[in-house]
Structure formats: structure tokens, C-alpha cells
């Protein structure tokens, strides 16, 4: 009992202070005490932080695997290119060979019949604008149009019964590939009148 007074404040009954000490004893939380609770957030604070970090590198490792494909698929795309640049021409010079083949055999011709070479002429000529009609070659022949600066190339003006600045005479033909201009129209205009 001597115990309970050396440890019992001033004022305090020895069975206040013993209720006190018993209380002190009890390993349950007491009501509006947050002393037992605060262990238990740092834990659900590490976990919560822990969940963070695995999503975020999760999301780290999506982007880079999609910034790889992008990457990829540029390179691809890269390649793709340059190989069509390099064999664009492939198919326009497989037309081309027939042509060259009606060359080569009108040059061995030895036999001297003009209306022979003159007809040889003339089937070449229709195999190379056949050629140039599959690689999307068209010609500009703009007689009894109205002149089109972005076509053609006016060399003089002429008078003319025709209505002004209509194409009189074509010079020189123009070619057009896929709706650009190659090479444009030389050709004579109607003057004004």
C-alpha cells in the first residue's frame, strides 16, 4: 500500500490512483486515443505508396514499349519509301523494253523497203505511247483550247478567226504525268482581235 502512495499524486485517494494504474495496464486502445491507430497508417501509407510505384512503372513500361513501336513503325515506314523511290521506275522501264526490242530490230534491218521502216516507225511509236499511257504519262495536244499558262508555253500570237487567247498551233507536244505538268504545250495563240 506504500507503493500505491508513493506513486499516487496529491489529492488522490489510493483507490483512484489504483483504478488509474489498472488502466494504464490495459492493452486496448482507449476511446479518443490515436496513439494505437497511428502504427496502422504508416502502413496503409506504404502500401498505398507501393501500389503508386507499381503502377507507375507499369505505365513507364507501356509507354516505352509504345514509343518503341512508334518508333518502329517509322522506321518501317522510312523504308518503305525509299524502296518505292528506288523501284518506282521499275514498272515504267518494263514497258519500256518492247520498245526497245522494235528499236533494235529496225536497226538490223537491212533490207532497204522504206514503207517497211516507215511501218516499223509508226508500231514503235504506238508501243512507246502505249508505255507512257500505263505509267501515267498523258499528252497535252491543246489545239482549239483556250491557253492554260500552267499547261503550256505560248511562242508568238498569231491572228486568227478563232476567239482570243485559243491555241492555234501545238509546236511541240506537252506531257502531263498523274495531272502534273512534265513538260508544258509549246504552241502558237490567237491574237486579239
Known sequence: M????ATQAP??????????????????PVPGNDTAAAPAAPADADAALAEVQAKLAEMQESFLRAKAETENVRRRAQEDVEK???FAIERFAEHLLPVIDSLEAAATDSSGDLVKVREGIELTLRQLNSA???????VINPVGEKFDPHRHQAISMVPSEQESNTVVTVLQKGFLIADRVLRPA???VSAPK
Open 11 to 28: 489529492g488522490e485517494t489510493p483507490e483512484t490512483a489504483a483504478a488509474a494504474q489498472a488502466a494504464s495496464q490495459t492493452t486496448g
Open 132 to 138: 507512257l499511257e500505263k505509267g501515267r504519262v498523258a
Open 2 to 5: 506504500e507503493e500505491n502512495q
Open 186 to 188: 509549246l504552241v502558237t
Open 84 to 86: 518505292t523511290h528506288k
